[in-house]
């Protein structure tokens, strides 16, 4: 039995100085990369009444470059969660539940998950309603300072003329959130910027939140 535990001894040993011992200072082989991610936020309503959450739609969230998709359903406000990799623009498809779906219509829109945390809120056209040709979209104001706690209508314009249906909107940057009617909250000190999408046409204005303090 002495030979035998000598040589297991022996082993176990050979194996820890080849892994420089119990240190943590081993080098894996290759070169693992480490994707950084960051976190969509969304929430998707009825377009006619804001108030109304829409509960258990499908929301499928597809990187428009190489096609990757991540999905997940609201919760009963109306609202998701994902984690997805940083830096990249999506394609957020919004799919009614079943026994709503001959009353709402599917939703689609770009998004950009540049910031750490991206806010966004997604309206459901009913069936009747289709959306009006727009050459030219912007928002109001376009650039802004508020304290945190300080909230500021957004307003979005077409063709210098308010939208006739609400829009997608969207926050960046971690400093706030909005609504679907464009009331936007600042909750941390920071930059960032808010959106508006409606089809191919994106306006942003530029936030900057400082604390209550300063």
């Not at 997805?84 to 219509?105: H, I, M, N, W």
Request: proline residues 8%; hydrophobic residues 40%.
């Amino acid at each position: 039995m002495g030979f035998w535990r000598w040589l297991t001894l022996g082993g176990l040993a050979a194996i820890l100085v080849g892994c420089n011992g119990l240190s943590g200072r081993n080098v894996p082989i290759g070169n693992p990369t480490t994707t950084a991610t960051a976190r969509l936020a969304g929430t998707v309503v009825s377009e006619q009444d804001p108030t109304l959450p829409i509960a258990d739609a499908e929301v499928v969230v597809q990187i428009v470059a190489d096609g990757t998709s991540f999905s997940a359903k609201t919760d009963t406000d109306g609202k998701f969660v994902l984690s997805l990799p940083k830096g990249k623009t999506y394609q957020v498809s919004v799919r009614p539940p079943a026994f709503l779906a001959t009353l709402f219509q599917s939703a689609e829109a770009e998004v950009e998950v540049d910031d750490d945390e991206v806010q966004v809120v997604i309206p459901l056209l009913p069936r009747d309603v289709s959306p009006p040709p727009l050459k030219m979209l912007r928002v109001i104001p376009d650039a802004v300072t508020l304290r945190v706690g300080e909230r500021q209508q957004f307003q979005a314009l077409m063709d210098s003329q308010p939208l006739p249906l609400r829009p997608v909107w969207s926050v960046h940057g971690g400093i706030g959130v909005i609504t679907a009617d464009g009331l936007f909250t600042a909750t941390r000190p920071g930059k960032g910027e808010v959106r508006v999408r409606v089809g191919n046409l994106r306006a942003e204005a530029q936030v900057t939140v400082r604390s209550s303090g300063d």
